[in-house]
């Protein structure tokens, strides 16, 4: 597997619509990051998005992984690549769903831990509600890990 920048990021929209389903969203974050493909034998396999936030601080807008791709370790590798981009003492931050355990468990196992929570964020920015399962996202869980190597 190659990670490399990624120049033109919505050639890909599809994949970046697994992570966030809301397109508008996805062009506000856009412009002002990073993106890195994960690539396998040419095919783009997953990507991740990131931007600087604050002074030291940066963000993970969208991580996603195709479907055939998940559970192989291809999130984690581009997580990995981020923080390797980052300086010592920098402070990464990600954001996801309340209802997602999923991907709280998979923030958790690299690295991340409990910030805060952004209350009623996908019902006060997202125009249509955001189902995981059954359930209504509504709060924000923010996560944050320290860049330490």
């Known amino acids: 597997m190659e990670i490399f920048s990624c120049s033109?990021?919505?050639q890909f929209l599809d994949l970046l619509l697994l992570a966030d389903p809301y397109?508008?969203?996805i062009d506000r974050y856009l412009s002002q990051s990073t993106v890195l493909t994960a690539a396998e034998c040419g095919k783009t396999i997953g990507m991740i998005v990131y931007c600087p936030v604050?002074?030291?601080t940066w963000e993970i807008k969208n991580l996603a992984v195709a479907p055939?791709?998940?559970g192989k370790g291809i999130g984690k590798a581009l997580v990995n690549e981020v923080k390797s981009?980052?300086?010592l003492g920098a402070v990464l931050l990600v954001g996801t769903a309340d209802t997602?355990?999923?991907n709280l468990t998979f923030y958790e196992k690299c690295g991340f831990s409990y910030d805060?929570?952004?209350p009623r964020f996908f019902?006060?920015?997202y125009p249509e509600p955001i189902l995981e399962g059954e359930e209504q996202c509504i709060d924000m869980i923010v996560l944050r890990q320290i860049i330490d190597r």
């Open 54 to 56: 604050e002074k030291n």
């Open 8 to 10: 033109n990021p919505k």
């Open 100 to 102: 997602s355990t999923g």
């Open 116 to 118: 805060h929570t952004i």
């Open 23 to 25: 397109e508008p969203m």
């Open 123 to 125: 019902t006060d920015f």
């Open 68 to 70: 055939d791709w998940q």
């Open 85 to 87: 981009r980052l300086p």
